[in-house]
């Protein structure tokens, strides 16, 4: 038996061989040409850090320490390339797979990525290297202020190296994604759950469901379809980018819960309620505005600015925090009234935003015996400017009190006007309180409406 046991320690000095081989094999001195080649395909200076070969478990190669472009907008930590070995001898080698693992690409890199992968035309000769998948693992894009990732994906590609398959999972699950190349245009569905975008921190998706058709210059978002904050969004959307950026689109929002949709935006909760909405939405920004390296802040500052969001508006069981409608009309003061709240069963309305400025019209507030219509602005700093009639039972008796809305988004003030003072002022004493006061204030709307005209806001903004 010693023959045998021979045979083995030949076997098992054989396979340390094997696997130790790979470790004084080194490839680098095909570095340059490697560089040199890659970086005509690309036309993009590409640099590599080291290359080895190695048998077990089949024969493949390890590149380590990719970078690609000027300013590194691609980094690849390690790929492994594992060739069809029956191949080799045949006049298109074909590589099975190629895995990277940990890949960083910049804002700039992915905009490159479509002219990276383009198929050579059908005059083309048939390639001498053939890659059948790549897989990447530990994935993320830099914008900037911005990330996202980690995520894995998986490209099929055809006989002519072009991608015929694409799809990207985030490691943690929430998001999944495919895109199919269809000519010169990639189909794209997305589905997430449980999700954050990156840009932004506060927005979760409950569900949502992307479907459209991208091209390098636009996009197309045939459905957008989510659920979140207690409600569901539906919708389309377009933008375009090849001169300056391009946005329009048209939602319908069903019962979302308007309290966290403010903290959403980095914006003070001064209403709450379950909001219906059919918002109809358009930007533009011109080349010079488009986002580079600058601040997201910034960008988010001129994208505002560009944001023109025409809605009406229902909110139904809620709250407005900060003034006490009922109350200002009720209790003239010529001081104004700040604080409080005013529940309501409806608070509906249009709402224009445009150039920063919200213009609200055509608002309707019914909460009991109170009633409320009327139209208030909101300056780019937040300011107010305003008039609503605030009807009222005073004493049994009905009252429309005009009262003007001035102050600050966080500092309110409703401010009886100066003929319902007076009116409820001389009614009060001719009648008496209660009484006189409601009818007096009727007398003073009437007078004010007649010759007030000019105190009132502009419809529009100045």
Known sequence: MKWLKRILIALALLLGLALALPFFISLDDYIPQLEK??????????????????????????????????????????????????????????????????????????????????????KSPQPLVRVERIQLTNAR??????NFGPFDARANLDSKNAAEDITITTQDGKLR????????????????????????????????????????????????SAKL??????????????????????????????????AMLSLKSHVSGKLDARPVFSASLASSDKQGDEHPAKFADK????????????????????????????????HGTTGGETRFETLSGHLVLQQRSYHFTQLRISSGSLAVDGAV??????????????????????????????????????????????????GTVLLGPGLGTAVGVKVGDWVDNLFGAQNKPKKKPK
């Open 37 to 122: 080649a890659v970086s005509a395909r690309l036309n993009e200076p590409v640099s590599i850090a080291r290359i080895r070969f190695a048998a077990l478990p089949v024969p493949h190669v390890t590149i380590e320490g990719i970078t690609v472009g000027k300013s590194a907008d691609v980094k690849l930590g390690l790929v492994t390339v594992t060739p069809d070995i029956y191949s080799l001898w045949q006049p298109v080698r074909v590589i099975k797979r190629i895995e990277i693992d940990t890949l960083t690409l910049t804002r700039e890199a992915i905009n490159k990525i479509p002219v990276w992968l383009n198929p050579d035309d059908d």
């Open 141 to 146: 894009v830099n914008f900037g202020q911005a």
């Open 177 to 224: 994604a495919r895109i199919k190349p269809d000519q010169s245009k990639y189909l794209i569905e997305a589905s997430a759950k449980g999700w954050t975008p990156p840009i932004s921190s506060t927005l979760l998706f409950d569900e949502l469901t992307l479907k459209g058709v991208a091209t390098p210059d636009d996009i197309t978002l045939n459905q957008v």
């Open 229 to 262: 904050y207690g409600g569901t969004l539906n919708g389309t959307a377009h933008a375009s980018w090849r001169q300056g950026l391009q946005l329009n689109g048209n939602l319908d929002i069903r019962h979302l819960e308007v309290q966290q949709v403010a």
């Open 303 to 334: 994208f505002m600015a560009a944001l023109r969001l025409d809605m009406p508006f229902s909110i139904e069981n809620g709250v407005l925090r900060g003034v006490d409608i009922e109350q200002a009309a009720t209790r003239l003061s010529k």
């Open 377 to 426: 602005n909101i300056s780019p700093k937040k300011e107010l400017a305003g008039r609503i009639n605030a009807r009222v039972n005073v004493m049994g008796a009905s009252a429309s009190v005009p009262l003007n809305v001035t102050g600050t988004v966080d500092d309110p003030t409703l401010l009886p006007t100066g003929a319902a003072m007076t009116g409820a002022a001389v």
